[in-house]
């Protein structure tokens, strides 16, 4: 008997990059996602079918394939800020390194919580009416410097419903405000593992991808969160939608 060992289990590294509009040229080098719990391409296809009349059982004696539509789904853990904005349609501001601010205004309709622009904050100095009432932490205010946050207690010396705050912050890994793009072309490059033979490469290149938006961020859990979502795969201006390359071992 033939010894053989052609079974697959994957694991692997996904990398995507942004291509231009209409089969662009890449804009950029590819990315790590990081962790990936899934990774799949779906393909299915609409089919006409005949069946003929001359013998009375109506059998089938034609089918034609109408349209193919190819699909594929990621489940990424890495929660990132390149992960979020690429999988939630955003833009990010990028890395702000800590520093002083002076006198930023901030609303205080009411009594409660408000919050200023960063999180990490020390050094605080709360002021209002251009500075020429200065409110006492614990009488007037208080703090969570964890997440920028001003508790207002006391309104008597908050003028015109504004405070100014002086405070220093640790910086931000970036700002991702989410669902400012419309949805954009990917490739998409799968450097898989086989765990059943490590020892040789499987690539999938997905040469042009439609990414939609994350279909969810889960927030509040006990569980890691994932980011899941799905695309479409569509044909590039070579023709060409992906390709598998079974890689000889390597050591």
């Known amino acids: 008997m033939t010894c053989s060992n052609q079974h ?50 109506r059998r089938k004696s034609a089918t ?12 990424v853990t890495d929660f ?4 979020l904005a690429d999988l939630l349609l955003g833009t990010d501001s990028g890395a702000v390194a800590g520093a002083a601010v002076v006198d930023e205004a901030v609303s205080v309709p009411s009594l409660g919580w408000v919050f ?11 002021t209002s009416n251009g500075g020429l009432n200065t409110l006492v932490l614990g009488t007037d205010y208080n703090l969570d410097s964890r997440n920028g946050g001003i508790e207002i207690i006391d309104m008597t010396d908050v003028v015109a419903n504004i405070i100014e705050v002086d405070y220093t912050h640790v910086g931000v890994e970036g700002i991702v405000s989410a669902l400012q793009n419309s949805s954009q072309d990917f490739e998409l490059r799968f450097n898989g593992v086989n765990l059943n033979s490590p020892n040789k490469p ?6 042009r991808a439609k990414i939609y938006a994350a279909e969810e961020l889960s927030l509040i859990g006990q569980d890691i969160t994932k980011l899941s979502f799905t695309g479409d795969i569509l044909v590039d201006s070579n023709d060409n939608t992906y390709k598998v390359i079974m890689g000889n071992a390597v050591a």
């Open 64 to 75: 034609w394939i109408n349209s193919t539509d190819t699909t594929f789904s990621l489940s």
């Open 202 to 207: 499987v690539i999938v290149q997905v040469f």
């Open 80 to 83: 990132n800020v390149g992960n």
């Open 116 to 126: 200023v622009t960063y999180p990490g904050i020390t050094s605080v100095t709360v």
């Open 8 to 57: 697959f289990v994957g694991n692997g590294e996904v990398l995507i990059r942004a291509i231009g509009d209409n089969c662009g040229a890449a804009a950029e080098s590819f990315r790590k996602v990081g962790d990936a719990d899934e990774l799949m391409i779906s393909t299915s296809t609409d089919r006409g079918t005949h069946f003929e009349s001359t013998s009375g059982q």
